[in-house]
C-alpha cells in the first residue's frame, strides 16, 4: 500500500513506494513495469531491403503522477524537470560472485500536473548479451531485482524496490554498468507512441 512521506522522513527511511512532498511539489511513482520487447520492423520505399532479425530490448516502463501547489501552477501547471535513478538487478554474475546492475538516470522534462504520466528507458540487445552472456533475454527469468529513486532538487523525493529496501546501496556486492540505459529516442521506438510517456534530457 502506498505511504506518504514528508521529505526528511522519507530520507531518514528506506525505499518505499508512494506519494512524497517536497514543497509544492508532490509525486506519486508506482510499481516498476519491466518487459522484454523486440525491435520495431517498419518498412519504407526507395531505400532497398535488408534481412535482419528482430531481437530483444529491456524496457522500462515507470507510470507517475505530480501534484502542483496552486502558487505552482496547480492542475493547470507543469513541472521543469524531474530526475529518476533506475536500479535494474540481472540474474547474472562476475566471476568474483557480484551481481550484474544496470543503472539509468534520466531527467525528465516538461511533466504536466495532475495526469497519468510514463517514464521509458531502455537496454538494447546487445548490451544485454554482452552482461548476461547470452543471446535472448526474459524480463521473468533475467531479472533478479529492480529499484528507483525520484529526485527533486537533489533530495530523493519518492521511489520502490521489489526488495522493500535500497539494495542498490550495498554497491560492494554489485557490479554496476552505468550508463548504459538509453532513452527512447535514442532507440528504434523513438517515433512511436505519440503523447503516452513525457520527454527526457539524458543525464
Known sequence: MMKIYIVLAFLASGITAGLAQSESVQVKGEKLQINSIQTPQFSASNVGEKRWRPKDWLEVDLPFEIKLANDAGGRNGSLAVLTVNFYIGLNAQTKDGKYEVIKGVFNYVDIPASEKCHGLAYVAPAT??????????????????????????????????????????????????????????????GILWGDYDVGVKKQ
Open 128 to 189: 544485454l548479451r554482452r552482461i548476461l552472456m547470452k543471446e535472448n533475454f526474459t524480463a521473468n527469468s533475467d531479472i533478479k531485482a529492480w529499484g528507483y529513486e525520484v529526485m527533486l532538487d537533489g533530495k530523493r523525493v519518492a521511489g520502490d524496490s521489489s526488495m522493500g529496501a535500497a539494495w542498490w546501496e550495498k554497491a560492494e556486492s554489485f557490479n554496476m554498468n552505468d550508463g548504459v540505459m538509453l532513452s527512447k529516442a535514442e532507440t528504434p521506438f
